[in-house]
C-alpha cells in the first residue's frame, strides 16, 4: 500500500506574506485545518514542512508554512505536490476506499473471470467511472455503482464486477 497520498497541488502564490494556493485533490478542503504538517515535494525531493495558517479562496486552499515568508519563498514552491503520510490521512466511512489502494487491482467478474487491471477512476459528478484496461490494452469504463461494483477486497487484492447489458468485456 501507498505511504503517502497526494492531497493537493500548489498552483500559485498568494500576497506578499508568503501564503501559497492550493488546488486540493480531496473532497473535503476543511481536512487541511487538521493538518499540523504536510510532505512538500517538488522535483524529486520531498520536504516536511509545519502549517501556520489556513485560509480559503473561491476553490482553492491557502496555506502559510513556517519559514516560507515571502512571496519570492512560495514562488519557489510553485506545481509543487503536497502529501501526507498515510496514518495522517482522513479516515473513511465504510464502503470508501483511497483511489490509490485501488488503482492497479485486478477486476473480475461475478463468474471470476478476470477483465483487467483497475487504471483510473474518474469523477463525473453523480458517480465515479472505473477505467479498466484488459488483456487486448482496450479499456472498459465501469460505473461505480452498487448494480455493477459489487465487491473491493483490499485484503485479496481484487474487485469483483457485475457486467450490465451493454457494459463491454
Known amino acids: 500500500m501507498q505511504e503517502y497520498f497526494e492531497i493537493g ?3 500559485n502564490h498568494f500576497g506578499i506574506k508568503g501564503m501559497v494556493k492550493v488546488m486540493p485533490y480531496t473532497d473535503d478542503v476543511a481536512r487541511f485545518e487538521d493538518l499540523k504538517t504536510v510532505y512538500v515535494t517538488l522535483r524529486h525531493t520531498q520536504k516536511q514542512y509545519e502549517i501556520e495558517e489556513v485560509k480559503y479562496h473561491k476553490n482553492m486552499v491557502l ?8 512571496m519570492d519563498g512560495a514562488q519557489n514552491l510553485q506545481n509543487a505536490i503536497l502529501k501526507v503520510e ?4 482522513a479516515t473513511l ?10 488503482l492497479g487491482m485486478p477486476v473480475y467478474t461475478e463468474e471470476g473471470k478476470k477483465i483487467g ?20 490494452q482496450k479499456q ?28 463491454e468485456e
Open 117 to 136: 487491471i483497475l487504471e483510473d477512476i474518474y469523477n463525473t459528478g453523480s458517480n465515479d467511472i472505473y477505467v479498466v484496461r484488459n488483456e487486448k
Open 63 to 70: 496555506l502559510k508554512f513556517k519559514g516560507v515568508d515571502d
Open 93 to 102: 466511512e465504510e464502503g470508501s476506499y483511497y483511489i490509490a489502494d485501488l
Open 9 to 11: 497541488q500548489i498552483v
Open 140 to 167: 472498459i469504463l465501469l460505473p461505480a455503482i452498487q448494480d455493477v461494483i459489487k465487491q473491493i477486497s483490499l485484503e485479496e487484492n481484487k474487485i469483483t464486477v457485475h457486467m450490465l447489458k451493454g457494459l
Open 86 to 89: 498515510r496514518k495522517d490521512a
